[in-house]
């Protein structure tokens, strides 16, 4: 907010009909939707996959039950050794990205992308979607496969260096939240599966229908019992 603060020339929102602290509000609020309802979404998607494929979800918790044991909680210092939550989290992101069409960019010259003439001014959206799904990419690309995040793709990044799994987008302009959004999810993520079975209360698999909008967010709440798998003592 500093960085952004100091580059405004007041007399200039003044001009254009806004003061300073709704610039500052406005600002607020833009940050804190596009880090809530994203990191909410992704972590449904994933607890929704992971009901759809319960043998995921047993080796998700028994990789938490080894690496961090059952008498405490994950910290931050633990991630990096759930490989697999890691894998988990990368396969989610690549089925559902939080931004399928990513955000609107806008070419700055006239350029040539894959034959395709683009004049500058040009509104450009990336269908990330696509690109995670593509077959000549990845095997079987509907399906939910953490594996391959430890396999034949092991060591696939999301800062933008490889073009074919781009979940927060690319170059200057990809999402500023990244790190934050990682390790929050991570430590979400592995302390509700290490704290609880999760099971789905309905019979039949969870729907997976998505709702059409700018971010992925499932069309239907997810519903799940939570039921204590720790010591009471880690609880409190």
Same mark, same amino acid.
């Given at each position: 907010?500093?960085?952004?603060? +100091?580059?405004?020339?007041?007399?200039?929102? /003044?001009?254009?009909?806004?003061?300073?602290?709704?610039?500052?509000? #406005? %600002?607020?609020? #833009?940050?804190?939707?596009?880090?809530?309802?994203? %990191?909410?979404?992704?972590?449904?998607?994933?607890?929704?996959?992971?009901? @759809?494929?319960?043998?995921?979800?047993?080796?998700?918790?028994?990789?938490?039950? !080894?690496?961090?044991?059952?008498?405490?909680?994950?910290?931050?210092?633990?991630? !990096?050794?759930?490989?697999?939550?890691?894998?988990?989290?990368?396969?989610?992101?690549? /089925?559902?990205?939080?931004?399928?069409?990513?955000?609107?960019?806008? +070419?700055?010259?006239?350029?040539?992308?894959?034959?395709?003439?683009?004049?500058?001014?040009?509104?450009?959206? %990336?269908?990330?979607?696509?690109?995670?799904?593509?077959?000549?990419?990845? +095997?079987?690309? !509907?399906?939910?496969? &953490?594996?391959?995040?430890?396999?034949?793709?092991?060591?696939?990044?999301?800062?933008?260096?490889?073009?074919?799994?781009? &979940?927060?987008?690319?170059?200057?302009?990809?999402? &500023?939240?990244?790190?934050?959004?990682?390790?929050?999810?991570?430590?979400?993520?592995? @302390?509700?599966?290490?704290?609880?079975?999760?099971?789905?209360?309905? @019979?039949?698999?969870?729907?997976?229908?998505?709702?059409?909008?700018?971010?992925?967010?499932?069309?239907? &709440?997810?519903?799940?019992?939570?039921?204590?798998?720790? +010591?009471?003592?880690?609880?409190?």
């Amino acid at each position: 907010m500093d960085a952004l603060l +100091s580059v405004v020339d007041e007399d200039q929102l /003044l001009e254009a009909g806004h003061d300073v602290d709704t610039t500052i509000k #406005a %600002t607020c609020i #833009a940050l804190i939707l596009a880090g809530t309802e994203t %990191t909410t979404g992704t972590l449904t998607w994933a607890l929704a996959l992971m009901l @759809n494929n319960p043998q995921v979800l047993s080796k998700a918790q028994h990789e938490l039950d !080894t690496k961090i044991g059952r008498e405490r909680l994950a910290t931050e210092s633990d991630l !990096t050794k759930l490989e697999y939550l890691d894998a988990i989290l990368k396969e989610t992101l690549r /089925l559902y990205p939080p931004a399928p069409l990513n955000l609107p960019h806008e +070419s700055m010259e006239d350029c040539t992308v894959g034959g395709y003439h683009i004049p500058a001014g040009t509104r450009l959206l %990336t269908n990330i979607s696509k690109l995670h799904r593509d077959p000549r990419v990845y +095997s079987d690309p !509907t399906l939910f496969r &953490p594996e391959r995040f430890l396999e034949e793709h092991k060591g696939l990044g999301m800062k933008g260096q490889n073009f074919e799994f781009i &979940p927060f987008g690319a170059g200057r302009r990809m999402c &500023p939240g990244l790190s934050f959004a990682l390790q929050s999810m991570q430590l979400i993520l592995a @302390n509700l599966l290490h704290a609880f079975h999760v099971v789905n209360p309905r @019979n039949g698999p969870v729907d997976m229908s998505e709702e059409v909008g700018i971010t992925n967010i499932k069309a239907s &709440p997810l519903q799940v019992l939570l039921k204590s798998r720790l +010591s009471s003592l880690v609880y409190g």
